[in-house]
């Protein structure tokens, strides 16, 4: 004799009792809800099918998310291992446009230095040779001056002279 209801829930006696009403015999009823009865609670799923699933399920997110996490904690330290490499790169990178730029500044500035000094240089030879032509030049007036004042001198002492004898 059929079971009332199985464990999925699929309840053979009523689906026998309806073939039988369809008028379908005992025999034949019974024959068709065994076969296709089975049938259809082969493709349900149970409740405990459903909790191995859950359990699946449950293993695989556990699974994934130890991968994850390892996955996380490799491209963490690659990425710390590339952070102080570029740093170390980026210092030495740097040192050495230090170095270059100091030498660079140190040649402008003894170039420059050089420049200057011939600058100055050339600044005093004008100078001194402007300050020998005004030297030149106070000597010949002071001269001018000195015959000047004793033509002055000369001619005073003529006036002196001659106005005597006139008086």
Not at 135 to 162: D, H, K, N
């Amino acid at each position: 004799m059929l079971r009332t209801m199985d464990q999925s829930g699929f309840d053979t006696l009523k689906a026998t009792r309806a073939l039988e009403a369809a008028g379908f015999d005992s025999g034949q009823a019974e024959a068709m809800v065994t076969v296709f009865g089975g049938a259809v609670v082969g493709n349900l799923a149970t409740k405990w099918d459903f909790r191995d699933l859950k359990d699946e399920i449950g293993a695989l997110r556990t699974e994934v998310t130890g991968t994850i996490d390892g996955l996380r904690t490799e491209t963490t330290g690659a990425i710390d291992g590339l952070r102080t490499e570029f740093a170390g790169k980026l210092e030495k990178q740097i040192g050495a446009l230090r170095t270059e730029m100091t030498g660079a500044i140190d040649g402008l500035r003894n170039e420059f230095d050089a420049r200057l000094e011939k600058r100055i240089g050339a600044l005093r030879e004008d100078l001194r040779s402007e300050i020998a032509t005004v030297r030149l030049s106070v000597e010949s007036l002071r001269a001018s001056m000195y015959r000047l004042l004793l033509a002055q001198a000369v001619l005073i002492v003529s006036l002196i002279l001659g106005l005597q004898r006139l008086l």
